[in-house]
């Protein structure tokens, strides 16, 4: 009887030190559930070197265990063969990818990746739209495509991707055939995009607890404490997207061919050697340049 009594006079501090040892325990698993978010940043012309980045990015988040992939877009179109592999490569991932137009604008091929995407967010002030393919000519001016056999698939693929993810498919026909254009608060309205909000911090908040269709199946995003971490373009990309730029490798070339009449009229081979590794250089960027 006085063991019992003995016992039960412990009995609270028994449960005290019972409830530190799980809070203790529990403590490092909670840790491990922090929240992993890459961020990468697609800005300028969106080209082969483009799509690399983001094939690198999501092989790396998936490598990493990441919760999802931010793509901050800020770009006036580009390569249509590039957008359709990265929106393909979203598509087909495990990985949540969240599309995030800041800056200025995501239009052309950028709206086409916007709409790919698993959740579609605009910053203020931006705009997307004017998707109408274009086709780049030698001397860097651009001309409209109207065939339908190019104008047809383009806007089938963006309306495909904005019935998958529960958006207004019938703005996808507007945006190729009469290049609309819409603001932030635009788009939010007709339900193209999710959210409009203004960094990075404000989407995870905005969208946790968002289900979204992916690449596995439908996936609830769940961002706990989030880290964010900043996955920049390799150096080799970089080189090959800084070329691609067509007023990049129109000064190049123009350099180049400045450099070997110099050469000519002074005699020096060596003037010579250096103008024609630029107009190589030159050519090779507007191989890679947009269309």
Request: overall charge negative; charged content about 15%; aromatic content about 6%.
């Amino acid at each position: 009887m006085k063991a019992t009594r003995c016992i039960a006079s412990y009995a609270p501090f028994l449960a005290l030190l019972a409830l530190l040892l799980m809070i203790l325990v529990a403590s490092p698993a909670a840790a491990e559930q922090k929240s992993l978010v890459i961020v990468i940043k697609v800005k300028g012309v969106i080209d082969g070197a483009t799509r690399d980045y983001v094939e690198r990015s999501l092989d790396y988040a998936e490598k990493v265990g990441a919760d999802a992939l931010v793509i901050e877009l800020d770009t006036p179109g580009g390569s249509l063969e590039a957008a359709l592999d990265i929106a393909t490569m979203m598509e087909n991932s495990h990985i949540p990818v969240i599309g995030f137009v800041t800056g200025k604008w995501a239009v052309s091929a950028g709206t086409m990746i916007l709409m790919c995407s698993h959740y579609a967010v605009m910053e203020p002030g931006t705009i997307i739209g004017a998707v109408q393919p274009v086709a780049l000519g030698p001397s860097g001016e651009y001309t409209p495509i109207n065939e339908s056999k190019v104008l047809n698939p383009v806007y089938k693929k963006i309306e495909a991707c904005m019935k998958l993810h529960n958006r207004n498919a019938t703005v996808a026909r507007l945006f190729v055939y009469q290049n609309l254009v819409l603001d932030a608060q635009e788009a939010q309205q007709i339900h193209v995009v999710e959210a409009i909000e203004q960094n990075v911090w404000e989407v995870l908040a905005k969208s946790n607890g968002t289900i979204v269709n992916t690449g596995a199946g439908p996936v609830r995003l769940f961002f706990l404490d989030p880290e964010i971490e900043y996955y920049d373009m390799p150096p080799g990309l970089l080189l090959a997207h800084i070329l691609s730029d067509p007023l990049v490798s129109s000064i190049i070339s123009s350099i180049a061919m400045l450099t070997i009449l110099a050469a000519l009229a002074s005699g020096h081979p060596l003037l010579i050697i250096v103008g024609i590794a630029l107009m190589l250089l030159g050519l090779f960027g507007l191989g890679l340049s947009a269309s």
